[in-house]
């Protein structure tokens, strides 16, 4: 495979970079090979990257950090490796050392001696995945050439930058904006191939450590998921530094690659597969985003459950306790959620431990009834998932589920199965669901608490809930979730 330009490849090419390798801090360059791909990143050394003789596969200390190696490509291209561990050491007597190191970053375009040396940066622009299809957007338009009344063939193609979408977002003090780039490539005697991308631009009113641009493009990346209804994966990312160049006003760019695991595109998407397309609210874009941000903090642990659909492999099973936890933390984080003042509460611990102790009872019994009132307070996991599904719209309290029979069997259905899944015992439980029902009771919790995690945007119930049964996926699952679940 031939060497290439590194900020030339997409997140998604399979590339390699040949160059000298040396440690920060050392004038002992080693010759090697960068490989690259998507879920793996290697680095092969003919040579050692030590000084010192006699160092084993397993060392490891302060004056032989390998964490940040620095290398220069056959192209004449400065690169930074990050999080580096060496992963394989052969010395072969007579012949030469050779030594192998696992990559989960790097940066094309400068040198840094460790992660938090890096320069503070102007903006980031960073192209995931069918952003698109989310957009809709048509900038190419073409005319067809007509000869004796007849269609002969396309005549002309045209291109015509859209209308870019650019909000100010308080909670994070930056802008963020649609960008992007265009690829014109192939041969004017035979094809061309001309490529059209969109993404987010990210401007902060002042310069950023590359760790708060990666912090913001990742939980932008998620709200990007949940608008999508599907997972998205990062195809390019560059960061912005200083100006290089004043007559054209352009700044220095350094283009970031990392791993990126478990890759589960779906293989075909069109925009009528996307949840919520850009235009359905683009007129309150600027309050979404700055509700996504302000408010991340206090859906972290729910988002992270909901995400992990999108991005980690599970078995039926864990994804149904998943989307079970996913609720009960969401009910946890956002609602009151206790039975009595905590005042009140505390009190009435207080006098039945005064009973427990003045009646000498077992040990072990006082132990057990401490460890359930520490929780005894707080509502029951039935009592989180009625308030949850009450709290929608007459309306859609009965398009999602039904009537009040089949709502209460279906919070029956979740605690059982939960606690059964949880202990594995069947005793006193008598609406455990089987493996397909547990399919389409997952597809029905996760319709819940993505309207819930929408309406925390400022998004009506009524455009989410129509989105849902208008999307291919969702109506199939709760349209038969009905026909299984409510029997």
């Not at 007849?150 to 650019?166: E, Q, S």
């Amino acid at each position: 495979m031939a060497s290439v330009h590194a900020s030339k490849q997409s997140m998604f090419n399979e590339f390699e970079l040949k160059g000298n390798w040396w440690l920060p801090n050392s004038d002992k360059k080693v010759s090697g090979i960068l490989f690259y791909k998507h879920d793996k990143i290697t680095l092969e050394l003919i040579g050692d990257l030590n000084n010192s003789e006699g160092r084993s596969l397993y060392f490891n200390s302060d004056t032989f950090d390998t964490s940040c190696i620095l290398g220069f490509t056959d192209k004449g291209e400065k690169i930074t490796l990050f999080d580096s561990i060496k992963i394989n050491s052969n010395t072969h007597i007579p012949g030469f050392s050779t030594e192998t190191y696992s990559i989960q970053k790097f940066i094309v375009g400068g040198h840094f001696n460790k992660q938090n040396d890096l320069i503070n940066f102007h903006s980031m622009i960073f192209y995931p995945t069918l952003f698109n299809k989310w957009t809709a957007k048509v900038p190419f338009t073409r005319t067809v050439l007509i000869e004796d009344d007849k269609v002969k063939g396309i005549d002309n193609i045209k291109f015509t930058k859209p209308n870019l979408f650019k909000v100010h977002v308080d909670s994070i003090n930056a802008s963020v904006e649609e960008a992007y780039t265009t690829n014109l490539s192939g041969n004017v005697n035979e094809d061309i191939k001309w490529v059209y991308r969109g993404g987010f631009n990210i401007i902060p009113t002042v310069f950023q450590t590359a760790s708060w641009f990666e912090k913001q493009m990742y939980s932008l990346r998620n709200l990007f998921t949940l608008f999508l209804g599907t997972s998205t994966y990062f195809d390019s990312i560059i960061l912005y530094g200083e100006i290089d160049n004043p007559n054209v006003n352009t700044r220095k760019k350094y283009h970031l690659f990392f791993v990126q695991k478990e890759v589960k595109q779906p293989k075909k998407f069109e925009s009528f597969d996307v949840l919520v397309n850009l235009h359905e609210i683009e007129h309150n874009l600027s309050a979404v985003l700055n509700s996504w941000f302000s408010k991340r903090e206090k859906l972290k642990e729910v988002l992270n459950l909901y995400l992990s659909n999108f991005y980690s492999k599970m078995y039926l099973e864990k994804k149904f306790l998943n989307a079970v936890q996913t609720l009960e933390v969401y009910h946890r984080n956002t609602k009151e959620g206790i039975m009595f003042e905590d005042a009140e509460y505390t009190q009435s611990v207080e006098k039945l431990r005064d009973i427990l102790n003045d009646n000498e009872f077992n040990k072990d019994f006082i132990e057990i009834l401490e460890n359930k009132l520490a929780f005894a307070n707080e509502y029951s996991l039935s009592k989180r998932l009625k308030e949850l599904i009450n709290g929608l719209s007459q309306n859609n309290k009965t398009t999602l589920i039904g009537n009040s029979d089949n709502r209460k069997r279906f919070i029956l259905q979740l605690v059982d199965t939960r606690n059964y899944l949880t202990h594995y015992d069947k005793s006193n439980k008598k609406f455990v669901l089987s493996g397909q029902e547990q399919y389409f009771a997952i597809e029905r919790m996760n319709a819940l608490i993505t309207i819930y995690l929408y309406k925390e945007l400022g998004i009506k119930e009524e455009l989410i809930t129509d989105k849902l049964f208008q999307n291919k996926q969702f109506n199939f699952s709760l349209v038969a979730a009905k026909e299984i679940l409510n029997k």
